[in-house]
């Protein structure tokens, strides 16, 4: 039997990580909440999720500069960025370091769902 697809969701705000948590257990996947990058990256590699839904902007180290910590250690999948404050600048950035889809907040449920189920059926983003 094929194991449910876990998604990671890294934001400092509670309550989008609820909401995040509560549209992707909907569609019948796991989640896994965090409310910081470094919390994240506590856990041990090996046990990845199939996606992950991240912040830009929170404190200590943000969305993107997680994603750099993850690449230079070898920990490579799809990233899902969504954040409050968009900027060319880092959404180029993210994109070119292999992420699939940067969204600004708010964003509708439609949207993070056609961002998901492409970053699960692995086609590349656009």
Known sequence: MAKTPVIAIVDDDEGVRASLASLVRSLGYEAQAYESGVDFLREPPGDDPACMIADVQMPVISGDEMQARLIASGRRFPIIFMTAFPAESVRRRVMAAGAHCYLGKPSSGD????????????????
Request: contains cysteine; aromatic residues 0%; glycine residues 6%.
């Open 111 to 126: 949207e993070i769902i056609r961002c998901l189920e492409e970053a699960l059926a692995g086609e590349v983003p656009q």
